[in-house]
C-alpha cells in the first residue's frame, strides 16, 4: 500500500477530485486529501474525510506538533494535485509555502503530477506556460489539460483530464517511482487503437474484442512525454478521449488504413495498436439478411482487407520508427513467441509488442503482460502491470531507437 497526498485546488473541477480519491483508494492506496481553503468552497471537507478516512487541513497551524507541512510531503509515495488553477501551478512554480498544500510541494521528494484545470486563456497565458515550464524542470509532471466544454459557455482546452485517465497516470507514476521524462518533445507520434469492424449488412459486422485500451494507454503516455499524438480510434466510445491528443475516429479497415497512412506522413514513431479485421465480407447487403429456411446455413464469401502495418513499413520515412501489435496463440506448428518472431520478420516493423491471447492479459483488461521483440533479436519480458506500464515500456524502447533530429 502507497501512501498518496491528494492535493486539490480551487477551481469548480475540484468536485472531480472526488472521483479521483475513489478510485485511488479503490487500488488499494492510503490518501491523504491536502485541498486549499477555496477548494473548500466547492467541496467540504466532510466529503474527503469520509471518502479517504483521513481528517482534512489546509493551514500550517493545525496540528502544529506534528509539523503536518512537513511531515505529510516527506512521508509520501506521490502527490497529485487535482485539479492545479493557475494559481496554485504559479504559488508551486515559486516555491511559495504559504499553507499546507504549497509547503507539503516543498517538502515532497517522491513524484508529484499535476493536473490543470483553467480557462483556455489563462492556461496559454505566457505567465503560466513559464510556470509550467519551471515545475517541469524540477521534475514534476504537469499533465495537458483535455479540450472540451468549461466553466458555462466556453469551450476549448483547459479541461480537467477524465478521473479515471488521472488514477491510470498515478498507478503510472508509483510503479516507476518516478516522473515521466519530456523525451518526446518536439516529436509527432500516431497510434491506432480499438477494433475495426466490417459491414456485413445494416444491422450485422464482422468485429473483434479489441476495447481499445491499450492503444490509448500508449496515446496517453506519449502526450504526457510530451509528444504530438494523433490518435486513430475505431469503436472506443466507452473510454474517456486522452488529453492533449489528436483523436480520428473510423469504423473499417479500409478507413482505419487511410487515417493512419495520412497520419503517419512525417510522423516520427507509428504505434499500430489497433486490431485490424484481416478480412471483410466480398459483398455488403443493403437490407438485413433473413432466415430462411430454404437456405438455413448461408455462406459469407470473405476477401483479404489491406496489410497496413506491412504498407507502413513499405513507405517508411527515413528515421521513422514503427511498433506492430501481434495477438498470438500456440497451436501445432508453434508457440506464441515462434509465431510472434516470423510475425516481425515478415512484416519488417522495429519492435513488435506480443500478447499471449488466453492468458487474461489482452482484450478488454486493465492490465497487461507479454513480450517486446526487436528486430535487432532482442526480446523482453514485459510482467503483468497496468496497460500505461505497458505503454511506458514501449516508449522507453522506441524513444532509446529514434535518434537526431524529429522526422519532418
Known amino acids: 500500500m502507497k501512501r498518496i497526498v491528494l492535493g486539490v485546488g480551487g477551481g469548480i473541477a475540484a468536485y472531480k477530485a472526488c472521483e479521483v480519491l475513489r478510485g485511488l483508494t479503490e487500488s488499494g492506496h492510503d490518501v491523504r486529501v491536502v485541498p486549499t481553503d477555496a477548494a473548500l468552497k466547492f467541496v467540504g471537507a466532510a466529503t474527503f474525510e469520509a471518502l479517504s478516512g483521513h481528517p482534512v487541513d489546509t493551514g500550517v497551524f493545525t496540528a502544529v506538533h506534528e509539523v503536518q507541512h512537513v511531515r505529510i510531503g516527506q512521508e509520501a509515495d506521490l502527490v497529485v494535485v487535482v485539479p492545479a488553477t493557475a494559481d496554485l501551478l504559479a504559488r508551486a512554480a515559486h516555491g511559495l509555502a504559504d499553507d499546507l498544500l504549497t509547503g507539503t510541494l516543498l517538502t515532497a521528494r517522491c513524484p508529484v503530477a499535476f493536473f490543470p484545470a483553467m480557462h483556455t486563456e489563462m492556461w496559454e497565458h505566457p505567465a503560466t506556460r513559464d510556470n509550467v515550464a519551471t515545475l517541469r524542470s524540477h521534475g514534476a ?57 466490417e459491414p456485413l ?16 494507454a500508449l496515446a496517453r503516455v506519449a502526450a504526457q512525454r510530451g509528444a504530438r499524438v494523433t490518435l486513430v480510434s475505431a469503436h472506443t466510445d466507452a473510454l474517456p478521449e486522452p488529453a492533449g491528443v489528436d483523436l480520428v475516429h473510423v469504423s473499417t479497415a479500409a478507413q482505419l488504413g487511410e487515417a493512419v497512412d495520412t497520419a503517419a506522413a512525417g510522423a516520427d514513431v507509428v504505434v499500430m495498436a489497433a486490431a485490424v479485421a484481416d478480412f471483410r465480407p466480398a459483398g455488403t447487403s443493403g437490407h438485413k439478411i433473413k432466415k430462411s429456411d430454404d437456405d438455413p446455413d448461408p455462406a459469407v464469401e470473405l476477401e483479404r482487407n489491406r496489410d497496413v502495418l506491412a504498407g507502413l513499413v513499405a513507405r517508411r520515412t527515413p528515421g521513422q520508427i514503427i511498433v506492430g501489435f501481434a495477438a498470438e ?8 513467441l515462434d509465431h510472434a518472431r516470423a510475425k516481425l520478420a515478415r512484416k519488417g516493423c522495429d519492435l513488435l509488442v506480443v500478447n499471449a491471447v488466453g492468458e487474461g492479459g489482452a482484450f478488454d483488461a486493465d492490465d497487461n503482460t507479454g513480450w517486446l521483440l526487436a528486430s535487432d533479436g532482442a526480446e523482453d519480458r514485459i510482467p503483468l502491470g497496468a496497460k500505461s506500464e505497458l505503454a511506458a515500456t514501449v516508449w522507453d524502447a522506441a524513444t532509446r531507437l529514434l535518434g537526431g533530429a524529429p522526422v519532418r
Open 141 to 197: 509532471v504537469v499533465a495537458e489539460p483535455a479540450a472540451g466544454r468549461l466553466t458555462g459557455v466556453d469551450s476549448g482546452k483547459g479541461r480537467l483530464a477524465d478521473p479515471r485517465e488521472i488514477v491510470d497516470v498515478a498507478r503510472l507514476l508509483l510503479a516507476r517511482g518516478d516522473a515521466l521524462p519530456r523525451d518526446l518533445e518536439g516529436r509527432h507520434v500516431v497510434v491506432s487503437a480499438g477494433g475495426t469492424r
Open 201 to 216: 449488412d445494416p444491422v450485422r459486422h464482422l468485429g473483434n474484442r479489441s476495447s481499445g485500451k491499450q492503444g490509448y
Open 329 to 336: 496463440t500456440g497451436d501445432a506448428e508453434g508457440s506464441v
